[in-house]
């Protein structure tokens, strides 16, 4: 990390003990450098790809404590081309969270939390969240809404923020079973929260602009499966930023013309891009730690090893049908590989896995993600059934208190030695 980042760190830990408003206007200021220099990048190639969808994703974090009176609280996978439609910026933990984390600043706000009895095991993210709050650096949204796919801590954390700012509170529910009796249901409950929302900003929801923004996620869609396609036959300079970055295109910022714009160079630069340059190929399982610098070395462009993609970015792959948008964004949620058994998600995991000719898996248990430690054996067990060699890695997607850095990029290496050994 840039010692000007760690500066500034310091300067937020400082200023939100003694004027959080002078933290957050910090925070919004870095993060507002972040959009302008993001959109300033040229070219259409990888690197242009995530800068100009880091810019899109800043925007919403500056909008998030600047505009929060335009701002709904979300978990990442709430369907949120209505909001986009309405002109409502989402705001994230996996999002906001990161970003702080790669601020270094994200100890004061998880002490914080944690002061305030909430739980050290639980989700980093979803505690740094809650200290943001509840220091008074985050302002009250417009509203906090979520989705009970797919993780436990959505169902504790976003009550009590909800219930920390006063804030209307929605919550979607998404029953276990793939089923289109289920997609109906909350279709349903998409539209009582357009309801709510447009009571909450006084405006209508254009059919029309819906209907625009499902457009706009079925061409995303489609572009992002052709990019996988040439993806298992190239070598491209990626990064663990980036590979977060398609997990918010093909979430949150589902929808939006940078999400488009994010598919198409991804798909380019596939287009261009040389055969495997051979180095080991490795799918990442779950969220990334980057923040952290070893793991940036080991996964980056002159690492040791190529990141070629990861599972939460194929969480829903399917058709989308502009004309009908709310059972287009239910479909989403109830189809999810993190909707229903464990297994589920496990078998798309080898099937990407293989389609991008990886030679092996990182299953990365993040702090407090109780589905993911909870089928990590399993998932080990039938991967390498499936002749993918996995290591479970242990550490934290955002708090850096919780990582034991010499032991991670020790038992990294000692992976990449294996995988070589097996010709990987």
């Not at 509203?143 to 436990?152: K, Q, R």
């Not at 819906?210 to 061409?219: G, M, W, Y």
């Not at 090893?305 to 829903?316: N, Q, R, T």
């Not at 589905?371 to 080990?380: H, P």
Request: glycine share 8%.
């Amino acid at each position: 990390m840039k010692p000007y980042v760690k500066t500034l760190g310091k300067l937020v830990e400082a200023k939100t003990e003694e004027s959080p408003e002078a933290a957050r206007r910090l925070l919004a200021a870095a993060y507002a450098w972040v959009r302008f220099s993001g959109r300033c990048r040229p070219g259409r190639n990888v690197r242009a790809a995530y800068d100009h969808l880091n810019s899109a994703v800043a925007g919403t974090m500056v909008d998030a404590l600047v505009h929060p009176g335009e701002t709904v609280m979300v978990n990442i996978f709430f369907p949120c081309e209505l909001l986009h439609a309405l002109g409502v910026q989402p705001m994230f933990p996996e999002g906001m969270s990161a970003y702080v984390a790669c601020t270094a600043c994200q100890s004061v706000f998880a002490e914080k939390a944690e002061a305030s009895n909430v739980p050290e095991s639980l989700c980093s993210y979803h505690k740094t969240m809650l200290g943001l709050a509840e220091s008074g650096v985050l302002p009250r949204p417009l509203l906090v809404a979520n989705t009970t796919l797919a993780c436990d801590a959505n169902q504790v954390s976003f009550r009590r923020l909800a219930e920390f700012y006063g804030a209307p509170h929605a919550v979607v529910d998404v029953p276990g079973r793939e089923t289109e009796e289920a997609v109906e249901y909350v279709a349903g409950q998409l539209r009582d929260v357009t309801a709510m929302l447009e009571d909450l900003c006084g405006r209508r929801l254009d059919p029309d602009a819906l209907r625009a923004r499902l457009a706009s996620s079925r061409r995303s869609i489609e572009l992002y499966r052709a990019y996988l396609k040439k993806r298992g036959g190239v070598s491209l300079p990626a990064t663990m930023s980036g590979e977060l970055y398609s997990m918010i295109a093909t979430h949150v910022m589902l929808g939006r013309p940078e999400s488009e714009r994010y598919m198409e160079e991804l798909l380019r630069a596939a287009e261009r891009a040389p055969g495997p340059d051979g180095r080991t190929r490795i799918f990442w399982f779950h969220v990334m730690p980057n923040w952290q610098d070893s793991m940036n070395g080991l996964f980056g462009p002159k690492g040791p090893c190529e990141l070629v993609g990861s599972d939460i970015s194929w969480d829903y792959l399917g058709d989308i049908d502009p004309e009908r948008p709310y059972e287009s964004m239910a479909r989403r949620l109830v189809g999810s590989i993190n909707n229903g058994p464990a297994l589920r998600r496990v078998d798309t995991a080898i099937e990407a896995a293989k389609a991008l000719n990886a030679g092996g898996v990182i299953l990365f248990c993040h702090w407090g993600c109780k589905q993911t430690m909870g089928l990590s054996q399993i998932a080990k067990q039938r991967m390498e059934a499936a002749g993918l060699p996995t290591l479970v890695l242990d550490g934290d997607g955002c708090d850096a208190r919780n990582v034991a850095d010499g032991q991670m990029v020790t038992r990294v290496n000692a992976f990449l030695e294996q995988l070589e050994g097996l010709g990987a």
